[in-house]
Nanobody, 124 residues
Framework: QVQLVESGGGLVQAGDSLRLSCAAS????????MGWFRQAPGKKREFVAA????????YYADPVKGRFTIYRDNAKNTVYLQMNSLKPEDTAVYYC?????????????????WGQGTQVTVSS
């Protein structure tokens, strides 16, 4: 079992930056690939970014490429999502997720464990 706790969300203005954190506990964090997803009101949950267990490969959704960066610190059992140049359309609840292996890092069904989410609101 893996427990995931997100933090770092908040209310910001367009163009600002935020860094989300996801702290993991319960199993060896470095054995897990990690992902970030988001869900806006009335919309389906969508993929944002993912990172392999050793940080050697990252994946991004097209809307966030060049603005968001996912990275991890296995010594701290934490994965981060640095979000720059935020836009109102980035407003959503952001969830981190973990899995041992993914065949498709963008597929939420590949992930076994989920955090409770953190709200990000970007005003125009």
């Amino acid at each position: 079992q893996v427990q995931l706790v997100e933090s770092g969300g908040g209310l910001v203005q367009a163009g600002d930056s935020l860094r989300l954190s996801c702290a993991a506990s319960g199993r060896t964090f470095s054995n897990f690939a990690m992902g970030w997803f988001r869900q806006a009101p009335g919309k389906k949950r969508e993929f944002v970014a993912a990172i392999r267990w050793n940080g050697g490969r990252t994946y991004y959704a097209d809307p966030v490429k060049g603005r968001f960066t996912i990275y991890r610190d296995n010594a701290k059992n934490t994965v981060y999502l640095q979000m720059n140049s935020l836009k109102p359309e980035d407003t959503a609840v952001y969830y981190c997720a973990a899995c041992r292996y993914y065949t498709d890092p963008t597929a939420s069904s590949d992930y076994d464990y989920w955090g409770q989410g953190t709200q990000v609101t970007v005003s125009s």
